[in-house]
């Protein structure tokens, strides 16, 4: 069975900016009935730094906490820096996850780099 920290329990429990952003600058949105998950991932960006992000999520307790975290991390954020956001930086908010998670939780990436670019390709 895989353990969980603290802080990921936390943010499983009690996640941060779960909803929808009107009129979203982009979105990203991932189904993956393998891993039963469905996930879209809002951004709100204003003068080139992500103002919002909120999330819809079906997904497993580390896919959760990787979103809470990701979406308290990003408003502020540039493009490239929203970018560089990772599996190993979101995962040490966590305090860690377990290995055999991160495919899971790497899907919070993935959304974002979608919305980003569907944020690009509507600016472009």
């Known amino acids: ?25 982009g979105t990203g949105h991932i189904t993956d009935n ?14 080139g730094r992500i103002a ?9 307790t580390a896919l959760i906490a990787t979103l809470s975290v990701l979406s308290k991390e990003l408003p502020g954020k540039t ?10 930086y979101l995962s040490g908010l966590l305090e860690g996850l377990p290995e055999s ?3 899971c939780a790497g899907y919070a990436v993935q959304a ?8 690009q390709s509507k600016t472009s």
Do not use: Q
Not at 52 to 60: P, S, T
Not at 112 to 119: F, N
């Open 1 to 25: 069975m895989d353990k969980y920290s603290r802080a990921t329990i936390r943010e499983f429990m009690s996640p941060s900016n779960i909803g929808y952003i009107d009129d979203p600058s």
């Open 34 to 47: 393998a891993d039963a998950v469905e996930l879209t991932l809002s951004i709100r960006v204003e003068a």
């Open 101 to 103: 998670k991160w495919r």
């Open 52 to 60: 919002d992000a909120k999330y819809r999520i079906a997904g497993c």
């Open 112 to 119: 974002l780099h979608l919305a980003i670019e569907d944020y």
């Open 79 to 88: 493009i490239d820096e929203a970018l560089a956001l990772d599996m190993p």
